[in-house]
């Protein structure tokens, strides 16, 4: 009979990320700057310093390179954590202890699920950006083109997408402010991953604007009865 093998490690966490947490401007900065450890820890949750380190780890060149090489230093990457714990946005979650060392290692976790920002005045208002409207562009070209629309419709889904955005962004900050300051609601998303969870409150606000604007889906069907005559 063959044994088992044994585990290359054990991790042992004390800290679970929070499901919503709402972020200053200047933390917002933070994971603009460093999404690359966010966004791994987002699909991840658990990750070593030198796991994250193999984040910026540079392609080989020819095979019979054996030197792994890397865009960052580790060095570098612990300051990076440093930063980001002191800034609230990541945690240190337990350690992980190799099976066949004494050492063992931090592990690390976002504080949260789901970080936002809520905007105060018109510069903060992402979907009035201009990354934002060429995004708009490129949604009402691929929408006009798989329903055979006349590309002069584009401008105006254009217009009808923002405002979409626009009521789509309140909904969101409502709904994220209410989770985050309902216990009780917050623990519905407490073990969904954070894919489901944005999948969940994306669903419930294009719902709501469905049924609290029945303007502006009107405006969406003459654009189509226009199309049908």
């Known amino acids: 009979m063959v044994s088992p093998k044994k585990p290359l490690y054990n991790d042992?966490?004390?800290?679970?990320?929070?499901?919503?947490?709402?972020?200053?401007?200047?933390?917002?900065?933070?994971?603009?700057?460093?999404?690359?450890?966010?966004?791994?820890?987002a699909k991840n949750?658990?990750?070593s310093v030198k796991e994250i380190h193999k984040l910026y780890k540079v392609p080989l060149e020819k095979k019979e390179e054996k030197k792994e090489k890397f865009t960052k230093s580790m060095k570098t990457i612990y300051r990076y954590m440093e930063l980001l714990e002191d800034s609230g946005l990541v945690k240190v979650a337990g350690f992980r202890k190799p099976?066949?060392?004494?050492?063992?290692?931090?592990?690390?976790?976002?504080?949260?699920?789901?970080?936002?920002?809520?905007?105060?005045?018109e510069?903060?208002?992402?979907?009035?950006?201009?990354?934002?409207k060429q995004l708009y562009r490129l949604i009402a070209k691929i929408f006009c083109k798989?329903?055979?629309?006349s590309l002069d419709?584009?401008?105006?889904?254009?217009?009808?997408i923002e405002l979409f955005s626009e009521k789509q962004a309140?909904?969101?900050?409502?709904?994220?402010?209410?989770?985050?300051?309902?216990?009780e609601l917050a623990?519905?998303?407490?073990?969904?991953?954070i894919m489901d969870i944005k999948r969940v409150i994306t669903d419930v606000t294009i719902y709501e604007i469905i049924f609290n604007h029945p303007d502006l889906i009107s405006q969406f069907q003459k654009l189509r009865s226009k199309f049908e005559s």
């Open 12 to 41: 042992f966490i004390t800290e679970k990320p929070l499901v919503i947490l709402k972020i200053t401007a200047e933390q917002r900065n933070l994971l603009k700057e460093h999404s690359t450890i966010l966004r791994a820890l």
């Open 123 to 132: 510069k903060d208002q992402y979907w009035k950006s201009e990354e934002f």
């Open 99 to 121: 099976s066949d060392s004494r050492m063992s290692e931090k592990l690390y976790c976002r504080t949260a699920n789901i970080f936002f920002f809520k905007e105060k005045d």
């Open 45 to 47: 949750t658990y990750l």
């Open 187 to 193: 623990n519905e998303f407490k073990e969904l991953p």
């Open 146 to 149: 798989n329903n055979h629309l």
């Open 170 to 183: 309140h909904y969101l900050n409502r709904h994220l402010e209410q989770i985050e300051q309902n216990l």
């Open 153 to 160: 419709l584009q401008k105006k889904i254009e217009n009808l």
